[in-house]
């Protein structure tokens, strides 16, 4: 699931809710593709449901794009050895 990336810079997550976001609802397991979707979903569920902006999956469609463009590539690459490998195709493809 692409919100596994989302555990891998989880303060960026934790910077977009605001308030009332629960990071200790988040699976701590630093290899982030190995989480679970039941848990990554539970987890996210109860991190945001307190939050300002809501649910991640209330707003998923608003919150996902915006979450994308701000968690670092850098902090995904090294917990999620398959976006590292992702990002590598795509980059030779492009030079």
């Known amino acids: ?27 701590r397991n630093p290899k982030v593709e190995e989480i679970s979707k039941k848990d990554l ?12 902006k809501g649910n991640y999956f209330d707003n998923k469609t608003e919150h996902a794009a915006e979450l994308l463009r701000s968690i670092r590539p850098k902090s995904v690459r090294e917990a999620a050895p398959n976006c590292a490998k992702l990002f590598a195709a795509v980059l030779t493809r492009l030079t």
């Open 41 to 52: 979903e539970s987890g996210l569920r109860e991190a945001t449901t307190n939050t300002p």
């Open 1 to 27: 699931m692409m919100e596994s990336w989302f555990y891998a810079d989880k303060e960026k997550l934790a910077d977009f809710y605001g308030a009332g976001f629960k990071r200790s609802a988040l699976k």
